[in-house]
């Protein structure tokens, strides 16, 4: 009796703790514009499809090329978030970039634009960290913003740190999502 009990106690332990980490690691709040303006694309994929595997853990993991068409005369920078909303224990960040000079077109496959900062992403890596789900297809974001400032925020601050920053700034966004399932997936 007294191993069921504690085995029942364990379990819950686990979950609560699970529960309380997948909340500690919600996003900020930025704030929503609802007629985004902001195109982003990729010539590797098209919104709503499948990342090809060279952008992923599962090959080469190196960042795709997007493009962006659109962005505000009055942007000073622009920043950049890619996270998968699906992971198991909340939204998963993969990449960080800020103060992207707002004129910049496109980011080309495997670099990040001169001048720009990189950020802490969930692997704790200043880098690109390409989709690795443990299970099923998740949907990865692409997220530009466009700010009325540069950012003073250091290399290899977090991604709160970033939201924070941005958080009265922020004057459009614009997005693109795919979509990734391993086939043969490995736990976290």
């Not at 060279?54 to 622009?78: M, Q, R």
């Not at 989709?131 to 540069?150: Q, W």
Request: aromatic residues 10%.
């Amino acid at each position: 009796m007294k191993k069921i009990f504690w085995l029942v106690f364990i379990v819950v332990l686990v979950l609560v703790f699970y529960n309380y980490l997948g909340r500690t690691r919600q996003k900020q709040k930025l704030p929503v514009i609802s007629n985004k303006m902001i195109q982003v694309s990729s010539p590797a994929f098209t919104d709503n499809q499948m990342i090809p595997k060279n952008y992923t853990c599962d090959d080469l993991n190196i960042n795709p090329p997007l493009s962006f068409k659109n962005v505000p005369v009055a942007a000073k920078s622009l920043a950049l978030i890619v996270d998968d909303p699906d992971a198991p224990m909340g939204t998963w960040t993969h990449w960080l970039v800020w103060n992207i000079d707002p004129k910049t077109a496109e980011i080309k496959e495997n670099s990040v634009p001169v001048g720009a900062v990189l950020g802490k992403n969930d692997s704790g890596e200043n880098k690109y960290d390409g989709p690795c789900p443990p299970g099923g297809t998740h949907r990865y974001f692409f997220r530009v913003y466009a700010l009325d400032t540069i950012l003073s925020l250091a290399q290899g601050s977090s991604r709160k740190n970033l939201e924070s920053a941005m958080s009265d700034h922020v004057i459009d966004q614009g997005e693109l999502m795919s979509r990734y399932s391993r086939q043969s997936p490995t736990p976290y």
